[in-house]
């Protein structure tokens, strides 16, 4: 029994160091490819220059088109995911049914298994369309339909996580506000939603996180356009989308072109650590308030 922990401590070891070998290995790459980038393009006209052109002939090299892009089609995401996300999950945990919370939730979970690149196509075969009847200055390819759409995949992250917070609120919160005469809409609102805000906060910021790195929808549906825009109905480009586009094998490996993806990269590596790391400070300092 002894020798057989050793052996079942020892894998898990092991796969603790290569998943950290492996996540030092992606940041090594990156870094060692960014510097060769900067030592040729400066840092302050990456981060200012509000141009993106380095595939073409006059060459320019500001990220802030696909940062803009990246962070329009997140905050579409986000404006449909949110409300939908935590209304469900309010519903299925103050108002549904045991039975039919049952089998509600699993179903909205299956929206997370299907493939993005069928999401993409979605948004641009039968979104785009439906929009441009109400819409009619709307291109074929916008951050509007992939917004709308990236916010349908991250719907069950938002109303499962959020659910799961609610759910954890004491029960003698929920037992207090109807001893006061509260009805269920208020307890809801007034002190279960409150009450679990830091799940709830967290389910938010990392699916703001998992909209950041969404590739396949915006590289179908958003188009291959980096501008620096707040408008959602024309073409864009994000920084996952330039990063296909450069690597589908057209640009010479070790040029200046090349490196951009790592350049852009390590800009949206930036952005998800910054996310995550935030969502478990908040996580962390919720618990420390109520332990």
Do not use: C
């Not at 980038?37 to 060459?59: G, N, Q, R, Y």
């Not at 979605?122 to 009847?133: I, K, S, W």
Request: net charge neutral; charged share 15%.
């Amino acid at each position: 029994m002894r020798a057989s922990e050793k052996i079942i401590e020892g894998l898990l070891w092991l796969s603790a160091v290569i998943t950290i070998l492996i996540t030092v290995g992606i940041i090594w790459v990156l870094l060692s490819e960014s510097i060769s980038f900067f030592s040729e393009v400066s840092i302050i006209e990456f981060l200012t220059e509000k141009e993106w052109t380095p595939l073409f002939a006059d060459k320019k090299f500001g990220i802030m088109p696909l940062v803009a892009g990246t962070l329009l089609t997140t905050a579409v995401a986000i404006a449909v995911a949110l409300p939908i996300g935590l209304t469900i999950a309010i519903y299925l945990n103050e108002y549904a049914h045991a039975r039919l919370k049952q089998v509600v939730k699993p179903m909205l979970e299956v929206l997370a298994t299907i493939p993005t690149v069928v999401y993409g196509f979605f948004a641009l075969t039968v979104v785009t369309p439906f929009l441009q009847q109400f819409i009619p200055g709307l291109a074929g390819f916008n951050a509007l339909s992939a917004g709308i759409v990236m916010g349908i995949m991250i719907i069950p992250m938002i109303s499962s996580l959020s659910e799961d917070a609610i759910s954890a609120v004491p029960r003698s919160l929920r037992e207090a506000a109807y001893g006061m005469g509260s009805t269920r809409l208020q307890t809801s609102f007034g002190v279960m939603v409150p009450a679990a805000s830091s799940g709830i906060v967290v389910s938010v910021i990392l699916a703001i996180s998992r909209a950041v790195g969404e590739t396949m929808i915006v590289a179908i549906a958003a188009g291959q356009q980096p501008r620096l825009t707040l408008n959602p109905l024309v073409p864009i480009e994000t920084i996952t989308t330039y990063i296909v586009q450069v690597s589908l094998g057209d640009v010479p490996q070790g040029s200046l072109e090349y490196k951009t993806i790592f350049a852009a990269g390590i800009t949206l590596f930036i952005f998800t650590f910054v996310l995550n790391n935030l969502s478990f400070w908040i996580k962390k300092k919720y618990q420390e308030k109520y332990d």
